[in-house]
């Protein structure tokens, strides 16, 4: 059983920034693809962005790139999410999520491909 736990949201202004954390439970969180998604109320969630295993490979969904970047450090079991130029639109329970059954170079913004979930963390972006 793999735990993931996000941290870092919280209520910034348009325009700002976040760096949102997820650490993760298990020594072998380098074999796994992780991915961090979001969703806003009233709305289905979204990829927002995915990175391999070894950090070779990485998705973005259009509306954050450029803005958002999403990075890990293997040694800390942590997977990082750093958001800048932050819009209202934004706004939504990030969440991250580990593939387990990953190859090296898999990233995947399709949320059925992931086994685990952390609880979520608030973002919200007033204007």
């Known amino acids: 059983q793999v735990q993931l736990v996000e941290s870092g949201g919280g209520l910034v202004q348009a325009g700002g920034s976040l760096r949102l954390s997820c650490a993760a439970s298990?020594?072998?969180?380098?074999?796994?693809?992780m991915g961090w998604f979001r969703q806003a109320p009233g709305k289905e969630r979204e990829s927002v962005a995915a990175?391999?295993?070894?950090?070779?490979?990485?998705y973005y969904a259009d509306s954050v790139k450029g803005r958002f970047t999403i990075s890990r450090d293997n040694a800390k079991n942590t997977v990082y999410l750093q958001m800048n130029s932050l819009k209202p639109e934004d706004t939504a329970v990030y969440s991250c999520?580990?593939?387990?059954?990953?190859?090296?170079?898999?990233?995947?913004?399709?949320?059925?491909?992931?086994?685990?979930w952390g609880q979520g963390t608030q973002v919200t972006v007033s204007s």
């Open positions: 999520a580990a593939d387990l059954a990953s190859g090296i170079f898999t990233v995947s913004p399709n949320p059925e491909n992931y086994d685990y």
């Open positions: 298990e020594r072998t969180f380098s074999y796994y693809a």
């Open positions: 990175i391999s295993r070894s950090s070779t490979r990485t």
